[in-house]
């Protein structure tokens, strides 16, 4: 067992826990932030397995789940805007470890990969999860600070 499927197990020990716990438990709040960030981590855990298994397809299974995740929560806030209004939950925290953690698994990787086209994908993959948790993360948190309501007419 190489250094890349020990951080893909870590990763994975830490994250699933209480991605299972509040997906399954407390209010509905809850469980959409636990959807977004359940997404990330499974992101990161199969670019860390394609490294390991030395793997390029989980890294292409990884880019779609950059895309189809926040789009995913996307699709819950907006289902579920009238309930998340009265009690937006609260996203900053979860919002920044995904995206720390996201930051220095591309960067491990692209440091692995070297340049290439490899490294332009794990690149287009950080940035899509990076960009995709804080557009999801603040769509159900209320939208962005000054921005305007939809009118409804």
């Given at each position: 067992m190489n250094g890349w499927l020990w951080a893909a197990?870590?990763?994975?020990a830490a994250g699933l826990g209480p991605v299972v716990w509040g997906v399954a438990?407390?209010?509905m709040e809850r469980r959409v932030v636990a959807q977004n960030f359940g997404t990330s981590a499974v992101t990161l855990v199969m670019l860390l397995l394609a490294q390991g298994y030395q793997r390029p397809s989980y890294i292409d299974l990884a880019l779609v789940l950059a895309v189809?995740?926040?789009v995913g929560t996307l699709v819950y806030a907006r289902l579920l805007a009238d309930d998340l209004t009265s009690d937006p939950p609260h996203t900053v925290l979860l919002t920044?470890?995904?995206?720390?953690a996201t930051s220095v698994v591309t960067v491990a990787m692209c440091v692995a990969t070297g340049p290439g086209r490899a490294m332009v994908k794990l690149l287009l993959i950080g940035v899509l999860l990076v960009a995709g948790n804080v557009i999801a993360s603040r769509a159900?948190?209320?939208g962005f600070p000054g921005g305007k309501e939809p009118s409804h007419g």
């Open positions: 197990s870590a990763l994975l438990t407390g209010p189809l995740g926040p920044a470890v995904a995206a720390f159900m948190s209320g």
